[in-house]
């Protein structure tokens, strides 16, 4: 098991003064770039220039998360955009490997997301050949939504299965973390925590930040 990851998503951020909004959370281990297309859900937002400019403006490594349908298509280029993971859902891939293989050769890391009730069986064969495996932990679409308690199960399921295959990866959880819910994501064996409100709603972003890391870490699996 690896530290505990606090990656914000800029979701949640003030869009008019994202410099500023990057700079607030500057302690954090990683930016969550969240990217919806209005059909895999029903929202939209983000794209590779939006990647861009944040990188202008951050030194911390990026993960973009597409909410996107056709991911084998969309995925490289964020890549290429230089985002140090990209994360596509595996319900939006046809072929995960291939994406895989294409993603590492451009030199980033390859996450894989499963929407609430997509089952683990989805992505087990794929344990071998990704980076991160994102469970999200609100139906995707939306900043501010409510924990879903069920999905504890699953994150101690998936910490089950990537030590008995003894894969390198590390569970990223995304949806309603907060001071409340890490303790029992991380006890469960989640160790990359997406925080959007929790962070971006705070009179203190670091202060947040330092909270929700030291209390993953007190429960940490
Ligand atoms: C939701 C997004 C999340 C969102 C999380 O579909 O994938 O990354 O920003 O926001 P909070 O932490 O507020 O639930
Ligand atoms: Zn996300």
Redesign the pocket.
Known sequence: MSLPAIHP?I??ADQAHLADELARVDSADGL?V?VMDNHF?PNQFGGPALVEAVLAHTSLPVDA?L?VTDADRWAPQYAEAGCAIVTSHIEATTAPFRLAGQLHRLGAGVGIALRPATPLAAVEPLLGDIDLLLLMT?E??????TFIPAMLDKIAAARRLVGERGAQLRIQI????TEQTIARAAEAGADVF?????VYRADDALAAISALRECAAAHAH
């Open positions: 998503s979701l949640n969550h969240d859900v998360h909410m609100v995707p679409g939306f900043g501010g939504q995304d949806g309603g973390v997406v925080a959007g409100s929790a």
